[in-house]
């Protein structure tokens, strides 16, 4: 199958619609990663996802919605809660949790009883689901594995030949996955099951908020999780990643000094002194971070890096989702000095 990238027009809209419509799955731009797409009520169309993608089974898709009615026609309760978030996150990047209804398939929601919601922050995706009039169901557009795709570049390195279309609206902004949450204690309070743009900090001021142990650990093998997509091993470029976290910049500095090789890189903040060997800076703040993190794993890919050492992030604010994503790109391999 030949992979058009084209640029979102109008006619570029309605021909993905059509495709979608068809039952095929398309390449979209969101605010956080790009998506692969297809009708959410489609069990066939979501079946094409799992396999462009490789994809587990049971790791469930977050299906993206226009409009309330969309979310109402989805899911059999809609707690106040959500509703309050929905007005103040929505759209943007933060998904909900709910029990589904029957038009949402098992194949959609991985065989759960509950489905993942978003409305996401993109005019060209937004006027796509209206076009369709049905939610879109779209997991991260890359390789089961590999780093997610910011990029409609990004996308096509790993989706040509497997999908007709990808809409290339440019670098994402956020460039971390949205916060997934769901509701505990009757629908009163959340959980973040797996942390974003949407900070912790930011929920607290409506509700009660505690944070999944999974976050930050390796779950047991054969534990029972919330989330399925703690499972899996993600966002791993070829590279060896390891976390290094410290406050010390000259300890910093002399660890990495100690690993000078052709094949080994830093990756840094971008600002610190006396680093001698090669570098790759992935910015001072943690937005920063988020938006370059994916497309930095890419780019240890493209250099042929062998071991890269990661400078660990600040764990508060965006830097838990970026840290969460190093941790599973590093296989929980981190490093205090
Ligand atoms: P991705 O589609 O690659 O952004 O991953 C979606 C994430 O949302 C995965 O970690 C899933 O495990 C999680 N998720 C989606 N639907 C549900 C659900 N119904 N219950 C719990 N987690 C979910
Ligand atoms: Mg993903």
């Not at 002194?273 to 790759?280: A, D, K, P, S």
Request: aromatic share 6%; hydrophobic share 40%.
């Amino acid at each position: 199958m030949e992979t058009e990238v084209l640029k979102p027009s109008i006619e570029v809209l309605k021909k993905a619609a059509e495709l979608i419509k068809r039952g095929e799955v398309v390449g979209i731009p969101t605010e956080t990663v790009y998506g692969l797409a297809a009708n959410a009520y489609d069990s066939k169309a979501c079946a094409k996802i799992f396999e462009a993608k490789g994809r587990p089974q049971d790791n469930p898709l977050i299906i993206h919605i226009s409009s309330l009615d969309m979310l109402r026609n989805s899911v059999r309760e809609i707690p106040p809660l959500a509703l309050t978030l929905a007005d103040n996150f929505w759209s943007g990047p933060l998904t909900m949790i709910f029990p589904k209804k029957d038009i949402v398939p098992d194949t959609t929601s991985g065989g759960l009883d509950t489905v993942a919601v978003r409305m996401p922050d993109n005019e060209d995706t937004l006027n796509l689901i209206e076009m369709c009039g049905f939610p879109l169901a779209a997991p991260s557009a890359n390789l089961s594995g590999s780093p997610s795709p910011t990029s409609a570049d990004h996308v096509y390195n790993d989706m040509k030949g497997r999908i007709p279309l990808i809409i290339d609206g440019g670098e994402c902004e956020k460039g971390v996955e949205s916060t997934v949450i769901c509701f505990t204690d009757n629908g009163t309070a959340v959980k973040i099951l797996r942390p974003g743009a949407v900070t912790e900090e930011m929920l607290s001021q409506f509700c009660k908020v505690e944070t999944d142990k999974n976050v930050f650990a390796k779950p047991q093998e054969n534990e029972k999780v919330i989330s399925p997509g703690v499972k899996y091993k993600h966002y791993s470029p070829k590279a060896e990643i390891i976390i290094i976290e410290t406050d010390d910049e000259k300890a910093l500095a002399e660890f990495l000094n100690s690993k000078k090789q052709e094949n080994v890189y830093g990756v840094i903040f971008g600002n610190e002194q006396g680093i001698e060997i090669n570098t790759l800076s992935y910015g001072i703040t943690a937005e920063e971070q988020a938006h370059n993190l994916f497309a930095l794993l890419r780019r240890t890919d493209e250099l042929g890096v062998k071991t890269a050492y990661v400078r660990c992030p600040e764990k508060n604010g965006v830097g838990t989702a970026v840290f969460n994503r190093l941790l599973r790109a590093a296989a929980f391999n981190i490093i205090k000095i």
